[in-house]
Structure formats: structure tokens, C-alpha cells
């Protein structure tokens, strides 16, 4: 396979989320090939704008990125208060690169980073890549339920 590079971002993403900067800081349209990729890939991150992946990286204390020559082709973000509790999310990799151990890479980028290293717990939401997680040490929380509000409350 072609040689894959992660990025490991700065907290907040500055530079992709504000100049779509790529491998070696490049301009790579980034912001919207990382739209592309959740587009195609991560359904339940179908149709975000490029506005509110602005924002979600803005609050995201730890982002990783992966990318083959200029094609963005995994990504990664979780959020932490860096001491307690973290969660990882939008974890994605592209359709054709999946089952090569590059989820994995993306998964141990976050977990290695200063913000969860130290951290008690961190925690995911998955819908059908259980055993994706269970096989990076992740378990499922047999006595906690998860609940959820939606931004129109209903
Ligand atoms: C889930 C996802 C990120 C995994 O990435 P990947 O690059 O395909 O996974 P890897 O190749 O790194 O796999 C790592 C390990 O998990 C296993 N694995 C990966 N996907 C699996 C699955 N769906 N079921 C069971 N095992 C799986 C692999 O066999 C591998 O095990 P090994 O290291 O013993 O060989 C990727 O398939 C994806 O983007 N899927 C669509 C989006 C999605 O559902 N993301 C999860 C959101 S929470």
C-alpha cells in the first residue's frame, strides 16, 4: 500500500480547520475532503456543512488524521477534560482502505495523546463496529444505559 501518513493535530485543529492544511502543512483542502469522507463513510455524520466541522474541530481536544499522497482517508477526534473522562468520536476510515490496521492506528493516535493518556476513562458510542473496539481493549458497559437528548427535544 501506498505510504499513509497521520497527522496527530494540534488541540482545536487550527490549521486544517482554517486553512485546510494537509501532510507537511500543505494547503489541501482538507476541510472539505474531511466533509467528503464522513459524507461517504461516517453515517451518522452525513451532511454536515463545512461551518459546523469548523466548530466541531474548534472543540475537539484531540484530532488525527490520515492521509494517502493528498486524499484524506481517516480521521479521528475526541474530546476530554484531560484528567476524569474522554470520548472519542467520528472515528472513520475509507471504504477501500478499511481491514489494513488503519482504524487501529487512528484509535491508538487518540488514546496516546497528552489529553487522554492520563485520563480514567474514555468512553464511545458505536452502532456496529463492536468488535472493532472490543479487539483495542474497549468492554461494554453492562451496567450503564446510554441516554440522549436531540437539539429539537422532542
Ligand atoms: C470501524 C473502522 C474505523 C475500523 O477501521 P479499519 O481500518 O477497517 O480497522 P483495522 O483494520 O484497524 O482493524 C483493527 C482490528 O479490528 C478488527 N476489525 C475491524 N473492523 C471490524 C469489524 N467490523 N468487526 C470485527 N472486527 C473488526 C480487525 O480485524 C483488526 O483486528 P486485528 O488487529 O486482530 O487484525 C472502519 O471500518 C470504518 O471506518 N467503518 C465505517 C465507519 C464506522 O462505523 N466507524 C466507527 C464509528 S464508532
Known amino acids: 500500500m501506498a505510504l499513509i501518513r497521520l497527522i496527530r493535530h494540534r488541540p482545536g ?3 486544517l480547520r482554517l486553512f485546510g492544511l494537509g501532510p507537511d502543512l500543505k494547503p489541501s483542502r482538507g476541510l472539505l475532503k474531511l466533509r467528503r469522507l464522513l459524507d461517504k463513510h461516517a453515517f451518522w455524520a452525513v451532511g ?3 461551518r459546523e466541522l469548523r466548530q466541531m474541530l ?8 490520515l492521509w494517502r499522497g493528498k486524499r484524506i482517508v481517516g480521521f479521528g477526534r475526541a474530546t476530554s477534560d484531560c484528567i476524569y473522562r474522554a470520548v472519542l468520536w467520528d472515528v472513520v476510515v ?4 478499511q481491514g489494513y490496521g488503519l482504524g487501529r492506528k487512528v484509535v491508538e493516535a487518540l488514546l496516546d495523546a497528552p489529553q487522554l493518556k492520563s485520563v480514567e476513562r474514555v468512553y464511545l458510542m458505536t452502532t456496529n463496529s463492536s468488535n472493532f ?3 483495542l481493549g474497549f468492554k461494554t458497559a453492562d451496567n450503564q444505559n446510554l441516554f440522549f437528548k436531540k437539539k429539537d427535544f422532542d
Open 94 to 97: 475509507a471504504g477501500d482502505l
Open 133 to 135: 473496539y472490543r479487539q
Open 13 to 15: 485543529a487550527p490549521g
Open 48 to 50: 454536515r456543512s463545512s
Open 58 to 65: 474548534a472543540a475537539s481536544n484531540v484530532v488525527v488524521s
